[in-house]
């Protein structure tokens, strides 16, 4: 609430700024009418008119409306950047790693990963955003029932979802592995950040560090695992170099999605 009562500031000065111009034009006005007034009634010494009377007020008037106008722009900018930096700051603060774990998907996630999925920052880069939810349903139904040997686990950030992240056999999806062309006995990841205001706070590094460790290369038979963003993902291609992943190739999925795959040796 305070950060509100002071974004009024940037708006208070501008309108004062705006205003000095009307009382600049008021004034002046005002005191024409007045010298007019004077000069009818002799009041005003034989050398003065009531327009050069007007003139130097107005020229004293608009020296001080002058500077004040442009001083109460500078503060006013000087304010919202200031303002807007703490906000940034404030949104950008690192959350701590220590909070992460890890469940697996079930029927009645499948609405929140609907709405992840339709989201403009999750769809920018997962899949197109144009999924109905019976096509999630019919999607993600088998993998939860353990038909489909993906596995899907909802990211949790002190017990509350924030994200999901899927694990696979890539020996499990043969037109895969011929685009990715790997003799290893691999494993591949999937994840996002589903909730925006998890996004972009030092939060990716942690969940797949802690994943690769407790289910990736603890529950499956796997010498290394792949992970392949959209090549144009520069933020999450930064998170996993900082985990470890290192660039193999970019390579045209079955799906003829572009992907550039890196890869983690056990």
């Known amino acids: 609430m305070q ?3 002071y974004t009024t500031w940037p708006k208070t000065l501008l309108s004062i700024a705006g205003l000095t111009v009307v009382i600049y034009l008021g004034v002046g006005f005002v005191l024409f009418i007045i010298a007019a007034l004077l000069e009818s009634y ?6 003065y008119s009531a327009t050069g009377f007007t003139k130097y007020a107005m020229l004293i008037l608009q020296f001080v ?3 004040f106008f442009l001083i109460s722009l ?6 919202h950047r200031h303002i807007t930096q703490k906000k940034i700051e404030k949104i950008s603060t690192p959350l701590s790693g220590e909070n992460i774990s890890f469940r697996p998907l079930s029927i009645k996630d499948l609405p929140r990963l609907h709405k992840w999925l339709l989201s403009a920052h999750v769809s920018k880069w997962y899949d197109n955003g144009r999924q109905t939810f019976e096509e999630i349903q019919k999607k993600y139904t088998p993998r939860i029932n353990g038909d489909e040997p993906t596995s899907c686990f909802q990211i949790l950030y002190k ?23 790997i003799s290893e006995n691999a494993a591949g990841i999937d994840l996002f950040i589903g909730e925006k205001k998890y996004q972009h706070r030092g939060l990716g590094k942690h969940i797949i560090s802690k994943f690769l460790h407790d289910y ?11 992970i392949g963003p959209e090549p144009n ?5 930064k998170a996993y170099q900082k985990v470890g ?22």
């Open 216 to 226: 990736v290369f603890n529950q499956l038979d796997v010498e290394c695992c792949v």
């Open 245 to 266: 992943f290192e660039y193999l190739k970019t390579i045209t999925n079955p799906d003829g999605e572009k992907e550039y795959i890196m890869k983690l040796s056990k």
């Open 65 to 67: 409306g002058e500077y």
């Open 159 to 181: 017990d509350i979802p924030i994200g999901q992240i899927q694990m696979y056999k890539i020996n499990d999806y043969p037109d895969y592995k011929q685009s990715l062309s």
């Open 233 to 237: 993902n520069i933020a999450a291609i």
């Open 3 to 5: 950060n509100e009562k």
């Open 42 to 47: 002799g009041i005003l010494p034989d050398h």
């Open 74 to 79: 500078v503060i006013a900018t000087i304010l």
